[in-house]
């Protein structure tokens, strides 16, 4: 299970690495372009946002391990053990709702808008939006991966630990 938990992180980091590159190549083409020749693509900058968008979402879960969302921790801390943990699953369960209600409302947003197309791309807002509900999706496995430690201890599994970094991340020992 562990590797392929490992495997998961792995996997979700390269797609970002991959998203980001695509990214920085379409626009710095463009900008070189646009110097270079007076002309720029006409679908860069439209390209480069719903790449955007579909980084924010799919990123989302990764900064979840870490714990690099905003927290506000300060009942948690107030708390004797036992009523932080039972507070710490409260949060998670609360969040494994509302992650779920996005999965739905997101697919539900997407199929409404698959008839439409982009302006430059031409390609139907569906693929656009469907970052939403596999965004979310991710976030619940990323969630469930992580929500032992969390409730137990209030604690992430930091990325910056040479055995994290080592075993998980795209450029590491193993990555």
Same mark, same amino acid.
């Given at each position: 299970? *562990?590797?392929?938990? =490992? ?17 920085? #190549? ?15 693509? &006409? ?18 879960? #990764?900064?979840? $391990? ?9 009942? =948690?801390?107030? %708390?004797?053990?036992?009523?932080? *943990? ?6 998670? !369960? @609360? !969040? %494994? ?5 996005? @999965? ?6 997407? =199929?409404?808008? =698959?008839?439409?197309?982009? &302006? ?24 469930? !991966?992580?929500? $032992? &430690? ?6 992430? $599994? ?6 994290? $970094? ?10």
């Amino acid at each position: 299970m *562990k590797r392929l938990e =490992q495997t998961f992180v792995a996997l979700n980091g390269w797609a970002l690495i991959l998203m980001l590159s695509a990214m920085a #190549l379409i626009v710095g083409s463009n900008i070189a372009l646009r110097y270079l020749t007076s002309h720029s693509l &006409p679908w860069a900058d439209e390209a480069a946002r719903y790449l955007m968008i579909w980084l924010t979402f799919t990123g989302a879960g #990764l900064i979840l $391990r870490i714990g690099g969302h905003v927290a506000i921790t300060n009942l =948690q801390d107030a %708390l004797p053990g036992t009523g932080a *943990k039972v507070l710490r699953a409260g949060i998670v !369960l @609360v !969040l %494994l709702v509302f992650f779920g209600f996005m @999965v739905h409302v997101g697919w539900q947003y997407a =199929q409404r808008m =698959q008839f439409q197309v982009t &302006p430059a791309l031409r390609i139907p807002f569906l693929y656009v939006y469907a970052a939403m509900p596999v965004g979310f999706t991710l976030l619940i496995v990323h969630l469930l !991966l992580i929500a $032992r &430690p969390f409730i137990a201890a209030g604690a992430y $599994r930091s990325l910056g630990s040479d055995e994290a $970094r080592d075993s998980t991340l795209p450029g590491g020992a193993n990555g």
